[in-house]
């Protein structure tokens, strides 16, 4: 059973336009939602993040909304650029007794065209 | 801090044959987590550990696969014996958490690459 899910396997965008990726969960008792970027041959690294308390968080051209009663969030690239094609993650951050664990969705691969 | 480090990178091996990967997580981290990433499930959780002690391995594929972290500054998840639908990249990640409240972000090594013929 996927808690968390991108059911978008790829996403092609022109240069300087807005990237939109999308994510879905089933757990309310998630307490943050992190996004990830993983370039070829190398680990997901951190991008943004969001608190399941907050609806949006902006970080320059970034931005993560979350719709708490709908359980989707989704992160906007805007204006996107060549070196943002790669892999994105959604992550859903749960507490337990021994401390955080993420629930990774597939990932969408994001080409953005020059 | 030199991040998270793999070893080897990549892995090339026959079937049957027994595969060590290799991890060093950050100084200072308490929590280690082993990843597998394929094209139709993404990035799974195989096994976690916090403060060296095996936490959650529900993600273990079979008894084929284990994992240790003898001390707090390395972990090896060995496959024995392999196959080839065990071809994947296969990530080590730490964090440190202290109290709830944090977002519990990870960071994750390079991978190794492991192809089983």
């Known amino acids: 059973d996927q808690q968390v899910k991108q059911n978008s396997p790829s996403l092609s965008v022109q240069e300087g336009r807005i990237s939109i990726l999308n994510c879905d969960y089933t757990?309310?008792?998630?307490?943050?939602f992190l996004w990830y970027k993983k370039y070829p041959a190398e680990g997901p690294t951190f991008l943004i993040s969001?608190?399941?308390?907050?609806d949006k968080n902006e970080d320059g051209r970034f931005t993560v909304f979350l719709n708490k009663s709908a359980k989707h969030l989704s992160l906007h690239i805007v204006p996107s650029q060549p070196g943002d094609s790669a892999v994105y993650f959604c992550?859903?951050?749960?507490?337990?007794?021994?401390?955080?664990?993420?629930?990774f969705g597939a990932g969408t691969i994001l080409r953005v065209k020059s | 801090d030199a991040g998270v480090i793999q070893s080897p990178r990549h892995e090339v091996t026959e079937m049957g044959q027994e595969v060590t990967l290799r991890c060093k997580p950050i100084?200072?981290?308490?929590?280690l987590f082993w990843y597998r990433q394929t094209m139709m499930r993404g990035l799974e959780l195989l096994i976690y550990?916090?403060?060296?002690?095996?936490?959650?391995d529900s993600g273990m594929p079979e008894d084929r696969f284990s994992a240790k972290m003898p001390n707090a500054s390395f972990s090896t998840l060995k496959i024995q014996p392999s196959e080839p639908r065990d071809s994947a990249v296969y990530f080590c990640?730490?964090?440190?958490?202290?109290?709830?409240?944090?977002?519990?972000?990870?960071?994750f090594g390079p991978g190794t690459r492991l192809t089983v013929t």
């Open positions: 990640a730490s964090s440190f958490t202290l109290l709830r409240g944090g977002r519990g972000e990870q960071y």
């Open positions: 757990n309310s008792m998630f307490d943050y």
């Open positions: 969001i608190s399941s308390i907050k």
């Open positions: 992550a859903a951050s749960g507490w337990t007794e021994y401390g955080n664990k993420l629930v």
């Open positions: 100084s200072g981290h308490n929590s």
């Open positions: 550990f916090n403060n060296n002690v095996p936490i959650d």
